[in-house]
């Protein structure tokens, strides 16, 4: 079989065959329902003895495109996109877990995936635990005979860890847990959980996957018959799926995903270099900056950094809030992976929702800043960072 590269998956299907007008993107199709050539076939569709469309929540040609790519860059069986990355990760974990179950997650999790959590506690008994998975022992001391999934974010939102996968996933193996990576931070063409061992791979494809800022997205990568499970329980019956128009912007931003993450890799690289030396900040946190162990894992496991950075100024809150308001260039704003530089302070807006222990536990203090950097060029970025570094 020719082997396609990357770079060139992201902007042909070699699966889509040629549409009806030769078409050269996606057609939107933008419609809620399929209609049947005959009574017939629609009964044949709902058995699932002939292929074909129904009704957009169960399936639509222009979300399927962008779900077709998605599988093809993960490397797994089938994609299904949802209508958030809330919406995919929600749907991944009710699929994987029943009452009473366990769920062992990374010691750091996007805010809202760390809320579900504790819904799904309060009001089913699905407990979890909290595991920095440094080592093979302390995982495998986390995982108990009701554990039903790892939950793994990497690098972890927002203190930017990394976690090797690879011993992860062979961990889990040896109890047959399926391993869960959220991958929005590197999207596949930075690293490909499911080629390391891994079972199911989220995204919010809000972030690097669109790329722009103008869309909120998911999006689920695993093997077939999982997948088949998810389509037709989760999508089928909670029904969070993604819009057509969406898809197509999806497709749009995927076409730009790999120039576009290497110079958002080149920028915060760059960026984090130059904060680091600067006598005010305290911290930079940058995947294969902080030790051996943690640059080992990047170089493994990601083909570059990424495009987030986070550092702690001297100071709390206050020298924090106060950076921040002086900066021009550089939004306000939650969020990442767009051409714009954002810049959030996560113990009082991402993270909020993390109780203030758990939240020092994790490291997020309030001296703690995340950069998404963007795609303007570096000196730019640098200036306004720079001049606000050097006011009083
Ligand atoms: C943004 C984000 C999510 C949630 O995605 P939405 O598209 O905002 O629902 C989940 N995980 C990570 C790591 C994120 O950054």
Redesign the pocket.
Known sequence: MKKTHMETKMIHNEQAGHNETGSLTTPIYQTSTFSFASAQEGARRFAGEEQGYIYSRLGNPTVAQFEERMAALEGGGKGLAFA????A?SAVLIALTKAGDHIVCSNGL?G??YGLLKMMEEKYGITHDFCSMETEEELKQTITNRTACIFV?TPI?PTMKVIDLEMVSRTASLSRIPVVV?N??CTPYLQRPLELGCDVVVH????YIGGHGDV???VVVGSHSFMEKLASSQQKDIGGILSPFDAWLLIRGMKTMHLRMDRHSANASEIAARLIRHPRVKHVYYPGFADDRQTAIVQNQMKTGGGVIAFELNGGREEAEQFINRLNLIKIAV??GDAETLIQHPATMTHAVVPEEQRNAMGIHESLIRISVGLEAVDDIWYDLYQSLSED
């Open positions: 958030s990355g809330m919406a990760v996007y809202c995936t974010e939102n959220d929005t931070f919010s494809a809000t972030k909120v997205a998911g969020s990442l």
